[in-house]
């Protein structure tokens, strides 16, 4: 299947949680919802049923990591469970999980501007930008019809560069961002923040 024959897809990363408001990379592991985290699901569930999408139009996937399935669960709005899918986990960040961007850098030196992709980068043991990619074509590859898709921050940059057939010299142009759903049809990627709705 190539990018132009993906069928419509929303992606919608978590919403905020305990380590995301402590500026604590999650990776591999996990955190809860904050109360701001679960308000910011139930109105992506608004926001999506407004526009009509449900399980009678759409396959509803998730990350299986707590914090997305836990989104999941409130976006759907009871309208049964999303299917989980290892491909949309996190990337691993290896021995810099659980700490912040602060302490990285007080251990590596790295530049304070430098951009947030250029730590997942050097992060000691974590995953390749190839094993991300990977996943990410392969589940791709796997749609068979319109999909709502809950994943994290840099899966979901990914699966957008990919879905609009990018090079991932460009994974950076894409915004990402909390409590917004991010639509891919045709190539083309709009995003979709309450304001809007």
Known sequence: MTTAELPEIFVIRHGQTEWNLAGRWQGDLDSPLTDQGVAQAKIMGAMLEKM???T????????PMGRARRTAALVMREQGQAIEDARLREISVGRWTGITRDEIRARTGLDEDAHFL????AAPGGEPFAGLQARCEDFLAGLTGPSVIVT???TSRFLRTLAMGWGLDRVAQLPGGQGVIHHVINRQHAEITPEQD
């Open 56 to 63: 009678a139009t759409h396959q509803f996937y998730t990350s």
């Open 152 to 154: 994290h921050g840099v």
């Open 52 to 54: 009509g999408v449900s």
């Open 118 to 121: 250029d730590y997942y980068a």
